[in-house]
């Protein structure tokens, strides 16, 4: 079993930079990929980057690449999702998400075992 609990969300203005956080906890952290997905009003949850378990191997959406960094402290037991320029269209609810399945980290949803409760990320123009 593991627990995520996602914090770091808020209101911020267009080009501003959030930093998100997901603090995991119950199964060994170091073993497992993680992912962070986003969900918009009236659209589907959606990918936005994955991490390797050991930190080596990241893979971004094309709609957050150079803006948004990836990256894991496996000794805190935490994934972060820096967010730099941000835009309106930013605008969602943040998951982070741990993968159990053997092929190591993914881009697609039903890949991941375990998700956090979401923390939103409003970005008002």
């Known amino acids: 079993q593991v627990q995520l609990v996602e914090s770091g969300g808020g209101l911020v203005q267009a080009g501003d930079s959030l930093r998100l956080s997901c603090a995991a906890s119950?199964?060994?952290?170091?073993?497992?990929?993680m992912g962070w997905f986003r969900q918009a009003p009236g659209k589907e949850r959606e990918f936005v980057a994955a991490?390797?378990?050991?930190?080596?191997?990241?893979v971004y959406a094309d709609s957050v690449k150079g803006r948004f960094t990836i990256s894991r402290d496996n000794a805190k037991n935490t994934v972060y999702l820096q967010m730099n320029s941000l835009k309106p269209e930013d605008t969602a609810v943040y998951y982070c998400?741990?993968?159990?399945?053997?092929?190591?980290?993914?881009?697609?949803?039903?890949?991941?075992?375990?998700w956090g409760q979401g923390t939103q990320v409003t970005v008002s123009s």
């Open positions: 998400a741990a993968k159990f399945t053997v092929g190591g980290m993914a881009r697609e949803e039903y890949q991941y075992d375990y």
């Open positions: 119950g199964r060994t952290f170091r073993s497992y990929p």
């Open positions: 991490i390797s378990w050991s930190g080596g191997n990241i």
